[in-house]
C-alpha cells in the first residue's frame, strides 16, 4: 500500500503562520479598551445578529466536528446529517422561550434565571454541572484536534497543543467576549471558505474518466448517500426520529442551557438580535453539515483511483508493524492492495459502462462486490491492530491525510488553518463561558460580594488564564486518561436533558416550586444514568428522557407538596419586577 | 421582568420577513424542503 506523502511545503506553514499571527492580533485589536465584567463577558451586549449568529455557529463546529464528520462520511456515509434535522425547529422553540425570559431578565449566565425563578441552590447545582462538564470537555476540545494535527504535521502533541490553547488563551485574556465573537466570525468566514474549497478540490481531483455523477453513483452503490433513515428502531443512532426529536431536545438543551451558546446571543444589542442570531443558524446549520459530508464521500471515491495507506494514523501503524506476528503485516499489505486494485477497475469499469450508455447494473453489482471485500480487509486490519474487541478506529485521520498529500501551493495550509480556526473557536467560546459561570454564578455570591468593576474584571481575567491552563493540563494528560475521554464526552449526555427539563418548568409551568425542579432533576438524571445501562436506547433519546423526566417528576412534587410557585413569594418572583 | 410571564411580542422590526410569525414559518418551512431535497437526493438515480 502507498504512504501517503505528509510534506508540509513552505507556502503552507507560511499561510498557517498568517492565520495564526494574523487572528491573535486581531483578536487583541478588537478586544482593546474592554471596561468591566458586562464588557468583558457580554461584549457591552452590543452585538450585531449575523456577528454574533456566527458566534454561534464557530462554537458549535469543532475541529473534531470537522474532521470526524469528513471521516464519518467516508466510513459510513451520510447518516449523520439526520442529528442535525431538530435544530432547526428548536432554535425557532428557544427563540420563543428562553431567548426572551433571558435577555429581559438581563442575566450573565443562564443558571442565574434560575435563582430568580426557583432558587439559589438550583442555580448553584445547574451551574455547577455546567461547570464540571464543561471543563473537563474543554480539555477534549483542545485534545483531539491536537492528536490528529500533531500525527499529521509530525509534530508533538505538547507543541499543537501549546500553540492552539496559548493563542486562544492570550486574546480570550484580553479581550473577552467580544474578542472572542469577532474572532469567530473571521474564523467561521474562514471555515466557510474551506468547504467550498474542500468540495471544489475533491471534486477537481477526480479522475478524468470519472465525473461528479458517476462519483455519486459509486458512492450510492456503496452506501454512503442515505441521509433519510425511516426506521422507528430507537437503538439506531441516526433515524429521521431520532434527528427530529431527540436532535431537537438536545439542540434545545445545547443552545438554551449551555453557557457556551447563551452567552453568545445574550452579548445582542436587542432581544430582536439575539433571536435573529439563532434563527440565522437554523437556516444554515444542515445545509453546511451537508457540504462537509459530501466532502468525506467525494474523498472517499478519490482514494478508489489513489491508494491509501493500511491504517491512516501512522502512529498506530507503526505499532501494528512493531507488534505483529512476523509475516502478518506483509500478508495484510498484499490483501489490501488486492483488493484495492479490484475496486478501482471495477469502479473504472462502471464509470466507463455509465458514460458509453452501456446496461452498467453488472458493472454495479462487480463494484459492489470489490467494495465489500475491501471493508472486510480494512476490518480485519483495524482488528488486529487495536486487538480483539476494540478495532482502532482512525476516521479522525483521514481528511488531514487527503489535505496535506493532495493540496498543494499553500492550500494545504489554508485548510489546516481551517481546523485550527475550528478548534480555537470553539475553545474560545468555552474559556469565556467557564469564566463568566465562575465568577458570576460563584465568585460574586460566595467569595466577593461588592468588588469593584476593576477588581472584578481582573478577577475574571484570572480565572479565564485558569481555565485556560487547566484545558491545556486535561489536553497534555489525555493520552494517559485513555477510556476516561470517552467518559468525559457521555458525561454531559446524562444531564444535558435534564437540565433542559429543569428550564422548561421554570420557564412553562408558573406553579412548579423550587423543590419540584431541585429533585426533578436529580431524578431526571438517575434515569438516564439507567436508561444508558440497561437499555440499547440511542443517546440522542437520553434527552427527550431526561428532560420529560424532569417535568413530570417536578410538577408531580409541586403538586404533592401543595406548591404555588414559590418564585411568587421572592423578589424577582411572581408579580413582582426582577432586580 | 417576571419570570414566569410569556414574553411580550418584541416592538423591534424584524429584517426581511416584517413578522416572527413570518420568520418561525420560513424556519420550519425551509427544513423541511431541506430534508425532503435530501431524501430525494439519497434516492436520486445518478
Request: hydrophobic share 50%; charged share 15%.
Amino acid at each position: 500500500m502507498a504512504v501517503l506523502s505528509t510534506a508540509f511545503a513552505t507556502a503552507d506553514w507560511v499561510v498557517l503562520a498568517v492565520y495564526v499571527v494574523a487572528i491573535v492580533a486581531f483578536g487583541l485589536w478588537v478586544g482593546r479598551g474592554t471596561r468591566g465584567i458586562d464588557d468583558f463577558f457580554l461584549a457591552g451586549r452590543q452585538m450585531r445578529w449575523w456577528a454574533a449568529g456566527l458566534s454561534v455557529m464557530a462554537t458549535q463546529i469543532s475541529a473534531i466536528t470537522f474532521v470526524g464528520t469528513t471521516g464519518q462520511a467516508y466510513t459510513k456515509g451520510m447518516s449523520f446529517i439526520a442529528f442535525y434535522f431538530g435544530l432547526p425547529f428548536a432554535m425557532v422553540v428557544l427563540s420563543l422561550t428562553v431567548v426572551p425570559f433571558f435577555y429581559r431578565a438581563r442575566v450573565f449566565t443562564a443558571y442565574e434565571y434560575l435563582e430568580r425563578r426557583f432558587d439559589g441552590r438550583t442555580r448553584t447545582l445547574t451551574s455547577l454541572l455546567f461547570l464540571l462538564s464543561r471543563g473537563l470537555a474543554v480539555g477534549v476540545t483542545l485534545y483531539a484536534p491536537s492528536l490528529v494535527l500533531s500525527v499529521v504535521l509530525g509534530w508533538s502533541e505538547a507543541a499543537t497543543i501549546a500553540l492552539m490553547g496559548g493563542t486562544t488563551i492570550l486574546y480570550v485574556v484580553y479581550g473577552g467576549n467580544r474578542s472572542v465573537i469577532w474572532t469567530d466570525v473571521v474564523q467561521m468566514a474562514l471555515i466557510w471558505f474551506g468547504i467550498f474549497l474542500c468540495v471544489g478540490v475533491a471534486i477537481a481531483r477526480l479522475p478524468a474518466e470519472v465525473g461528479l455523477r458517476d462519483a455519486l453513483a459509486l458512492a450510492q452503490t456503496a452506501n454512503r448517500l442515505e441521509t433519510v433513515d425511516l426506521s422507528l428502531d430507537l437503538t439506531k443512532p441516526y433515524t429521521l426520529w431520532s434527528g427530529l426529536i431527540g436532535g431537537m431536545f438536545l439542540a434545545m438543551a445545547y443552545f438554551g442551557c449551555d453557557q457556551s451558546q447563551v452567552q453568545r446571543y445574550l452579548s445582542g444589542r436587542s432581544l430582536t438580535e439575539s433571536r435573529l442570531s439563532l434563527l440565522f443558524n437554523a437556516f444554515l446549520k444542515v445545509p453546511m453539515q451537508f457540504l462537509i459530508l459530501l466532502t468525506g464521500v467525494l474523498v472517499f471515491v478519490f482514494f478508489h483511483f489513489n491508494e491509501t495507506p493500511l491504517l491512516w494514523n501512522r502512529a498506530e501503524l507503526a505499532q501494528l508493524v512493531a507488534r505483529a506476528p512476523a509475516g502478518e503485516v506483509g500478508r495484510l499489505r498484499a490483501e489490501a492492495h488486492a483488493a484495492h486494485e479490484e475496486r478501482r477497475t471495477a469502479a473504472t469499469a462502471f464509470a466507463t459502462a455509465r458514460r458509453a450508455g452501456l446496461d452498467s447494473e453488472p458493472a454495479r453489482e462487480a463494484y459492489r462486490a470489490s467494495q465489500l471485500r475491501l471493508e472486510h480487509t480494512d476490518a480485519e486490519v483495524r482488528r488486529l491492530a487495536g486487538g480483539p474487541g476494540a478495532p482502532v478506529n482512525d476516521v479522525n485521520y483521514i481528511f488531514p491525510s487527503f489535505v496535506v498529500s493532495q493540496l498543494r501551493g499553500g492550500l494545504a495550509g489554508l485548510v489546516i488553518a481551517v481546523i485550527f480556526a475550528a478548534a480555537m473557536s470553539t475553545l474560545a467560546a468555552e474559556l469565556s463561558s467557564l469564566a463568566t459561570a465562575t465568577v458570576v454564578d460563584f465568585y460574586k455570591r460566595f467569595v466577593n460580594t461588592s468588588g469593584s468593576g476593576a477588581h472584578d474584571l481582573l478577577v475574571s481575567r484570572v480565572f479565564t488564564a485558569v481555565w485556560g491552563l487547566f484545558a491545556a493540563l486535561v489536553a497534555l494528560e489525555a493520552g494517559r486518561l485513555g477510556s476516561a475521554i470517552e467518559v468525559v464526552n457521555r458525561f454531559g449526555s446524562y444531564f444535558y436533558g435534564s437540565i433542559l427539563g429543569v428550564f422548561a418548568l421554570a420557564i412553562l409551568t408558573p406553579r412548579a416550586t423550587a423543590r419540584g425542579a431541585f429533585y426533578g432533576l436529580i431524578a431526571g438524571m438517575a434515569t438516564v444514568f439507567l436508561v444508558s445501562q440497561y437499555t440499547s436506547i440511542a443517546f440522542l433519546w437520553y434527552n427527550v428522557v431526561g428532560a420529560l423526566t424532569v417535568f413530570v417528576v417536578g410538577l408531580v412534587i409541586t403538586a404533592a407538596s401543595g406548591g404555588t410557585g414559590e418564585a411568587g413569594r421572592r423578589p424577582g418572583g411572581v408579580g413582582e419586577p426582577a432586580p | 421582568m417576571n419570570p414566569t410571564r410569556p414574553p411580550e411580542a418584541s416592538d423591534d422590526r424584524v429584517p426581511l420577513f416584517g413578522t416572527w410569525r413570518a420568520i418561525y414559518g420560513a424556519v420550519a418551512a425551509c427544513a423541511l424542503i431541506v430534508m425532503a431535497l435530501l431524501a430525494l437526493f439519497s434516492r436520486w438515480r445518478f
